[in-house]
């Protein structure tokens, strides 16, 4: 407005208003840019506030995020979700969300009627073969539904919230493999394995194979059912010197068996470790020594009675050998 507009009263025109949706980001651009009046949803004049509302939030996510509103569901959604439609965007915009994600929908519908029905859900690490640039592709999601009302609490759509968990899972699987294939390594050189909570109080897994009784429950009485009572106070040492030190463990001692007999163990347990560096659990295999015990234990036994035959002879003794044939001479 310059002096001779204010001297003869005549103001500015305002500023033209800014077009819905709002903001500078690419996808807020896309959704200006496309022709609405050719969907279902209509022109964006004409949308009702709390459709309105509900894309500006998805547009201020950094999540990925859709919604799909109106009798035939039609979809709108954030850049962060188109990323991950890869070639059904941008045709998805506007779309009915069945022909959208129809190689799915026998399995979200029923989801998504739950939503539409008032329902609040969300499902994690759903498996989901979809289509993605021409071919179908096993994937994995966690994601939350809401619906969505209009302003007289009606229900007229739903918000989705999803993350892609492919990556996850299947390092997941990747890593499950490999400690079966270690698990299996290792029983096949060793007798007993366990895993232990970080602080022993509580055995999480034993696979015993027949010498110990097996549990994949976790039990704080594990002392009790596979400890031999005398030596307990030892194996209670021993774990709290590990535990201290932050160190392997191995001791030798007794167990009770699965078959209720007594035996003998060489058990040697390490720490595992989480990524902050503490101790998250664990890992123990123990080798059974029942045989190698009772031989040193008889071992011992014939030395005693021979010290104990020896010490009460009053008269003294020799062992003579005789050699018979060409050694004799």
Not at 190 to 198: A, D, F, G, H, I
Not at 214 to 234: G, K, V
Request: aromatic share 8%.
């Amino acid at each position: 407005m310059n002096d001779s507009d204010t001297q003869a009263g005549h103001a500015a025109p305002p500023p033209p208003a800014p077009i819905f949706p709002f903001g500078d980001s690419a996808m807020a651009a896309q959704l200006r840019g496309h022709d609405w009046s050719a969907s279902p949803l209509g022109p964006t004049v004409s949308w009702p506030r709390p459709l309105r509302q509900a894309v500006r939030t998805l547009l201020d996510s950094s999540v990925p995020m859709w919604l799909a509103w109106g009798p035939q569901l039609s979809m709108v959604y954030n850049q962060a979700y188109a990323s991950m439609l890869h070639g059904k965007h941008p045709g998805a915009l506007g779309a009915p969300l069945e022909s959208v994600w129809g190689e799915i929908w026998p399995q979200v519908e029923p989801l998504v009627q739950a939503a539409l029905g008032g329902q609040a859900l969300a499902r994690e690490d759903m498996a989901l073969a979809v289509h993605r640039d021409g071919r179908l592709e096993e994937a994995w999601f966690t994601f939350s539904y809401l619906p969505l009302r209009d302003d007289l609490g009606a229900v007229r759509g739903l918000s989705c919230t999803v993350w892609e968990t492919t990556g996850r899972v299947l390092d997941q699987r990747r890593l499950a493999e490999r400690e079966s294939r270690l698990q299996a390594l290792t029983l096949a050189s060793t007798n007993v394995l366990y895993r232990m909570s970080p602080d022993w109080r509580c055995m999480l897994e034993i696979k015993g194979q027949g010498f110990m009784a097996e549990t994949a429950t976790p039990s704080t009485r594990w002392m009790d059912d596979y400890l031999h009572p005398d030596d307990r106070p030892a194996v209670e040492q021993a774990i709290h010197a590990a535990i201290q030190a932050r160190q392997a463990l191995a001791i030798e001692h007794r167990v009770l068996k699965a078959d209720g007999s007594v035996g003998w163990i060489h058990s040697r347990a390490v720490p595992v470790l989480d990524a902050e560096g503490e101790i998250a659990e664990w890992f123990g295999t123990a080798s059974d020594q029942t045989e190698r015990k009772a031989a040193e234990l008889a071992l011992r036994e014939s030395e005693r009675q021979f010290r104990t035959l020896f010490d009460s002879m009053d008269e003294g003794f020799c062992v003579i050998e005789f050699l018979d044939g060409p050694k004799a001479r």
